[in-house]
Protein backbone atom coordinates (compact mmCIF):
# COMPACT_ATOMS: atom_id res chain seq x y z
CA UNK A 1 0.00 0.00 0.00
CA UNK A 2 1.03 3.92 -0.81
CA UNK A 3 1.52 6.02 1.84
CA UNK A 4 0.21 9.63 1.21
CA UNK A 5 -0.50 12.87 2.88
CA UNK A 6 -4.15 14.63 2.33
CA UNK A 7 -6.26 16.89 3.48
CA UNK A 8 -9.56 15.63 5.18
CA UNK A 9 -12.71 16.93 3.31
CA UNK A 10 -15.37 15.85 5.58
CA UNK A 11 -16.01 13.00 8.11
CA UNK A 12 -19.17 10.89 7.52
CA UNK A 13 -20.62 8.19 9.41
CA UNK A 14 -16.98 6.56 10.72
CA UNK A 15 -15.23 7.68 7.24
CA UNK A 16 -12.82 10.62 6.40
CA UNK A 17 -12.61 11.53 2.67
CA UNK A 18 -9.33 12.51 2.33
CA UNK A 19 -7.85 14.75 -0.72
CA UNK A 20 -4.51 14.65 -2.30
CA UNK A 21 -2.45 16.82 -4.32
CA UNK A 22 -2.86 15.48 -8.28
CA UNK A 23 -5.64 13.10 -7.33
CA UNK A 24 -9.27 13.95 -8.75
CA UNK A 25 -11.18 12.03 -5.99
CA UNK A 26 -10.88 12.29 -2.81
CA UNK A 27 -9.71 8.74 -0.86
CA UNK A 28 -12.20 7.37 1.51
CA UNK A 29 -10.25 6.38 4.49
CA UNK A 30 -10.74 5.00 7.92
CA UNK A 31 -8.61 5.17 11.00
CA UNK A 32 -6.09 3.00 11.59
CA UNK A 33 -6.40 0.42 14.83
CA UNK A 34 -3.15 2.27 17.04
CA UNK A 35 -4.55 5.98 16.74
CA UNK A 36 -8.04 4.19 18.23
CA UNK A 37 -6.13 2.75 20.89
CA UNK A 38 -5.23 6.48 21.87
CA UNK A 39 -7.50 9.34 21.96
CA UNK A 40 -7.26 10.96 19.07
CA UNK A 41 -8.83 14.15 17.61
CA UNK A 42 -9.60 14.53 13.58
CA UNK A 43 -11.38 17.06 11.84
CA UNK A 44 -12.42 18.20 8.79
CA UNK A 45 -9.42 20.45 7.36
CA UNK A 46 -6.94 18.22 9.18
CA UNK A 47 -3.40 17.10 7.06
CA UNK A 48 -3.40 13.08 7.73
CA UNK A 49 -0.84 10.33 5.91
CA UNK A 50 -2.86 7.59 5.23
CA UNK A 51 -1.91 4.10 3.44
CA UNK A 52 -4.44 3.42 0.04
CA UNK A 53 -5.12 0.81 -2.06
CA UNK A 54 -5.61 0.92 -5.73
CA UNK A 55 -9.19 1.19 -4.94
CA UNK A 56 -9.02 4.55 -3.51
CA UNK A 57 -9.00 3.22 0.23
CA UNK A 58 -6.99 3.97 2.83
CA UNK A 59 -6.40 3.67 6.41
CA UNK A 60 -5.24 6.92 8.65
CA UNK A 61 -1.80 6.93 10.41
CA UNK A 62 -1.34 10.05 11.73
CA UNK A 63 -2.88 13.92 12.41
CA UNK A 64 -0.24 16.37 10.83
CA UNK A 65 0.82 19.11 13.46
CA UNK A 66 -2.19 22.12 12.69
CA UNK A 67 -2.01 25.91 12.65
CA UNK A 68 -5.19 26.41 13.87
CA UNK A 69 -8.70 24.82 15.50
CA UNK A 70 -11.50 25.99 15.72
CA UNK A 71 -13.44 24.33 18.57
CA UNK A 72 -17.19 25.51 17.13
CA UNK A 73 -17.64 24.57 14.37
CA UNK A 74 -15.45 21.98 14.57
CA UNK A 75 -12.52 22.76 11.99
CA UNK A 76 -8.59 22.88 11.50
CA UNK A 77 -6.13 24.32 9.55
CA UNK A 78 -8.21 27.49 7.91
CA UNK A 79 -7.33 30.53 6.36
CA UNK A 80 -10.26 32.73 7.28
CA UNK A 81 -13.48 32.64 8.87
CA UNK A 82 -16.64 33.92 8.16
CA UNK A 83 -19.09 34.62 10.53
CA UNK A 84 -22.38 34.89 8.55
CA UNK A 85 -25.38 37.10 9.47
CA UNK A 86 -29.20 37.56 8.36
CA UNK A 87 -30.08 41.74 8.20
CA UNK A 88 -33.67 40.14 8.68
CA UNK A 89 -35.68 36.85 8.97
CA UNK A 90 -33.78 35.78 11.39
CA UNK A 91 -32.92 39.26 13.13
CA UNK A 92 -29.39 40.00 13.26
CA UNK A 93 -27.85 39.51 16.97
CA UNK A 94 -24.93 41.45 18.02
CA UNK A 95 -24.47 38.54 21.28
CA UNK A 96 -24.55 35.82 18.31
CA UNK A 97 -21.95 37.86 16.29
CA UNK A 98 -19.72 38.44 19.14
CA UNK A 99 -19.20 34.74 20.12
CA UNK A 100 -18.30 33.59 17.30
CA UNK A 101 -15.86 36.12 16.84
CA UNK A 102 -14.83 35.33 20.10
CA UNK A 103 -14.22 31.77 19.11
CA UNK A 104 -12.07 32.47 15.82
CA UNK A 105 -10.10 34.77 18.07
CA UNK A 106 -9.17 32.72 20.82
CA UNK A 107 -8.24 29.64 18.13
CA UNK A 108 -5.97 32.98 16.32
CA UNK A 109 -8.38 32.25 12.69
CA UNK A 110 -8.61 35.59 11.22
CA UNK A 111 -12.24 36.50 10.49
CA UNK A 112 -14.82 38.42 8.62
CA UNK A 113 -18.26 39.79 8.90
CA UNK A 114 -20.70 38.71 6.40
CA UNK A 115 -24.37 40.62 6.13
CA UNK A 116 -26.63 38.58 3.89
CA UNK A 117 -30.58 39.50 2.89
CA UNK A 118 -29.33 43.40 3.02
CA UNK A 119 -31.86 44.38 0.78
CA UNK A 120 -34.38 43.33 4.07
CA UNK A 121 -31.81 45.09 5.92
CA UNK A 122 -33.72 47.81 8.61
CA UNK A 123 -32.96 51.17 8.16
CA UNK A 124 -29.74 51.78 9.86
CA UNK A 125 -28.86 48.26 10.26
CA UNK A 126 -25.80 47.74 8.40
CA UNK A 127 -24.23 51.58 9.07
CA UNK A 128 -24.62 50.17 12.89
CA UNK A 129 -22.93 46.99 12.61
CA UNK A 130 -19.72 48.98 10.36
CA UNK A 131 -19.60 51.25 12.98
CA UNK A 132 -19.13 48.38 15.90
CA UNK A 133 -17.03 46.03 13.96
CA UNK A 134 -14.66 47.64 11.49
CA UNK A 135 -13.23 50.18 13.75
CA UNK A 136 -12.01 47.32 15.87
CA UNK A 137 -10.43 45.48 12.37
CA UNK A 138 -13.24 43.06 11.27
CA UNK A 139 -14.10 43.73 7.92
CA UNK A 140 -17.77 44.05 7.14
CA UNK A 141 -19.35 42.73 3.74
CA UNK A 142 -22.80 43.19 2.75
CA UNK A 143 -24.36 40.81 0.01
CA UNK A 144 -28.17 39.40 -0.81
CA UNK A 145 -27.41 35.86 -2.29
CA UNK A 146 -30.97 36.37 -3.67
CA UNK A 147 -29.77 39.54 -6.20
CA UNK A 148 -26.43 39.22 -6.04
CA UNK A 149 -25.79 42.87 -4.69
CA UNK A 150 -22.04 42.29 -3.07
CA UNK A 151 -21.01 38.77 -4.07
CA UNK A 152 -18.20 39.56 -6.16
CA UNK A 153 -16.45 41.67 -3.55
CA UNK A 154 -16.76 38.50 -1.16
CA UNK A 155 -15.87 35.72 -3.74
CA UNK A 156 -12.60 37.52 -4.52
CA UNK A 157 -11.70 37.85 -0.61
CA UNK A 158 -12.50 34.65 -0.67
CA UNK A 159 -9.73 33.34 -3.48
CA UNK A 160 -7.13 31.17 -2.70
CA UNK A 161 -8.04 30.43 0.79
CA UNK A 162 -9.51 27.65 3.24
CA UNK A 163 -12.47 29.34 4.18
CA UNK A 164 -15.45 27.84 6.60
CA UNK A 165 -18.97 29.70 7.01
CA UNK A 166 -20.44 29.92 10.57
CA UNK A 167 -23.84 31.26 11.68
CA UNK A 168 -27.46 30.51 12.97
CA UNK A 169 -29.61 28.87 11.04
CA UNK A 170 -30.91 30.70 8.37
CA UNK A 171 -28.83 33.15 8.05
CA UNK A 172 -27.83 31.85 4.30
CA UNK A 173 -25.33 30.73 4.58
CA UNK A 174 -25.78 27.86 2.02
CA UNK A 175 -27.21 30.11 -0.33
CA UNK A 176 -24.57 33.01 -0.48
CA UNK A 177 -21.70 29.85 -0.71
CA UNK A 178 -23.93 28.73 -3.66
CA UNK A 179 -24.30 32.39 -4.98
CA UNK A 180 -20.13 32.42 -5.20
CA UNK A 181 -20.16 29.17 -6.89
CA UNK A 182 -23.34 27.96 -8.44
CA UNK A 183 -21.22 24.20 -9.00
CA UNK A 184 -21.05 24.04 -5.16
CA UNK A 185 -25.07 23.14 -5.03
CA UNK A 186 -25.56 23.22 -1.60
CA UNK A 187 -29.06 22.43 -0.36
CA UNK A 188 -30.97 25.59 0.99
CA UNK A 189 -33.47 25.87 3.36
CA UNK A 190 -36.89 28.21 3.94
CA UNK A 191 -36.91 30.20 7.11
CA UNK A 192 -39.57 28.57 9.29
CA UNK A 193 -42.12 31.52 9.39
CA UNK A 194 -43.51 29.80 13.01
CA UNK A 195 -40.16 29.97 15.08
CA UNK A 196 -38.55 32.75 13.35
CA UNK A 197 -35.30 30.66 11.99
CA UNK A 198 -34.26 28.65 9.36
CA UNK A 199 -34.01 24.61 9.16
CA UNK A 200 -30.99 22.94 9.46
CA UNK A 201 -29.75 22.14 6.10
CA UNK A 202 -26.20 21.30 6.68
CA UNK A 203 -25.74 18.44 9.07
CA UNK A 204 -21.83 18.21 8.77
CA UNK A 205 -18.88 20.37 7.72
CA UNK A 206 -17.63 19.62 4.50
CA UNK A 207 -14.81 21.26 2.57
CA UNK A 208 -14.85 21.98 -1.22
CA UNK A 209 -12.98 23.18 -3.92
CA UNK A 210 -13.12 26.08 -4.62
CA UNK A 211 -11.06 29.22 -6.78
CA UNK A 212 -7.46 27.82 -5.79
CA UNK A 213 -8.58 26.84 -2.40
CA UNK A 214 -11.21 25.56 -0.35
CA UNK A 215 -14.15 26.32 0.78
CA UNK A 216 -17.09 25.39 3.69
CA UNK A 217 -20.68 25.29 4.55
CA UNK A 218 -20.94 24.40 8.08
CA UNK A 219 -24.80 23.24 10.40
CA UNK A 220 -26.70 26.19 11.61
CA UNK A 221 -27.69 26.34 15.36
CA UNK A 222 -29.88 28.11 17.39
CA UNK A 223 -27.99 29.73 20.40
CA UNK A 224 -24.16 29.00 20.59
CA UNK A 225 -22.90 27.76 23.99
CA UNK A 226 -19.18 28.20 25.39
CA UNK A 227 -19.06 24.81 27.42
CA UNK A 228 -15.24 24.46 28.15
CA UNK A 229 -14.25 28.24 28.35
CA UNK A 230 -12.99 30.05 30.93
CA UNK A 231 -13.66 33.73 31.90
CA UNK A 232 -10.44 34.71 31.04
CA UNK A 233 -10.67 33.67 27.31
CA UNK A 234 -13.63 35.49 26.86
CA UNK A 235 -11.58 38.25 27.99
CA UNK A 236 -8.74 37.57 25.68
CA UNK A 237 -11.60 37.35 22.84
CA UNK A 238 -12.64 40.77 22.99
CA UNK A 239 -9.25 42.58 21.05
CA UNK A 240 -10.55 46.21 21.86
CA UNK A 241 -10.15 46.24 25.30
CA UNK A 242 -6.01 45.46 25.55
CA UNK A 243 -5.70 49.09 24.48
CA UNK A 244 -7.53 50.60 27.54
CA UNK A 245 -6.34 48.20 30.60
CA UNK A 246 -3.88 49.86 31.38
CA UNK A 247 -6.39 52.43 32.81
CA UNK A 248 -7.50 49.61 35.32
CA UNK A 249 -6.46 49.76 38.89
CA UNK A 250 -6.13 46.10 39.71
CA UNK A 251 -4.62 43.55 37.45
CA UNK A 252 -5.85 41.07 36.59
CA UNK A 253 -9.05 42.88 36.27
CA UNK A 254 -12.45 41.42 34.75
CA UNK A 255 -13.65 44.91 34.58
CA UNK A 256 -17.07 44.22 35.56
CA UNK A 257 -17.56 45.28 39.42
CA UNK A 258 -13.54 47.04 40.18
CA UNK A 259 -13.98 50.58 40.72
CA UNK A 260 -10.87 52.34 38.57
CA UNK A 261 -11.23 50.28 35.08
CA UNK A 262 -9.84 51.69 31.89
CA UNK A 263 -12.20 49.07 29.49
CA UNK A 264 -15.83 50.83 31.48
CA UNK A 265 -13.99 54.03 31.22
CA UNK A 266 -13.73 53.71 27.44
CA UNK A 267 -17.26 52.10 27.38
CA UNK A 268 -18.89 55.13 29.33
CA UNK A 269 -16.60 57.56 26.39
CA UNK A 270 -17.91 55.28 23.72
CA UNK A 271 -14.69 54.40 22.85
CA UNK A 272 -15.39 50.39 23.25
CA UNK A 273 -19.34 49.69 21.89
CA UNK A 274 -21.74 49.40 24.52
CA UNK A 275 -23.16 46.15 22.16
CA UNK A 276 -19.37 44.68 22.40
CA UNK A 277 -19.37 45.12 26.44
CA UNK A 278 -22.83 43.86 26.73
CA UNK A 279 -22.11 40.62 24.87
CA UNK A 280 -18.77 40.44 27.46
CA UNK A 281 -20.59 40.60 30.10
CA UNK A 282 -23.54 37.79 28.75
CA UNK A 283 -20.47 35.42 28.06
CA UNK A 284 -19.62 36.03 31.57
CA UNK A 285 -22.58 34.80 33.11
CA UNK A 286 -22.88 32.60 30.76
CA UNK A 287 -19.56 30.93 31.94
CA UNK A 288 -20.60 31.12 35.23
CA UNK A 289 -24.12 29.63 35.02
CA UNK A 290 -22.40 27.05 33.25
CA UNK A 291 -19.49 26.39 35.66
CA UNK A 292 -22.38 26.01 38.40
CA UNK A 293 -24.38 23.49 36.82
CA UNK A 294 -20.50 21.25 36.02
CA UNK A 295 -19.87 21.91 40.06
CA UNK A 296 -23.44 20.18 40.74
CA UNK A 297 -23.00 17.05 39.16
Do not use: W
Not at 25 to 39: A, D, H, I, L, Y
Not at 132 to 159: C, M, Q
Amino acid sequence: MAELQGRVLKNYNGYYYVQVDGHTEPFTCKVKGKMKQNRFSLATGDMVTFEANEKGEGMIKKVLARKNFLLRPTMANLDLFVATFACAAPDFSFLLADKLLALAELAKIPAILVLNKVDTAPAGLVEQVRSVYEPIGYEVFTVSAKTGSGVDALRARLRGRICAFGGPSGVGKSSTINAIDSSVELRTGAVSEKIGRGKHTTRFAQLLPFDEGYIADTPGFGNLLLEGLEPQQALASFREFAVYEDGCRFCPCTHTHEPVCGVKEAVAAGQIAASRYESYLAMLEEIRLIKEKEGRK
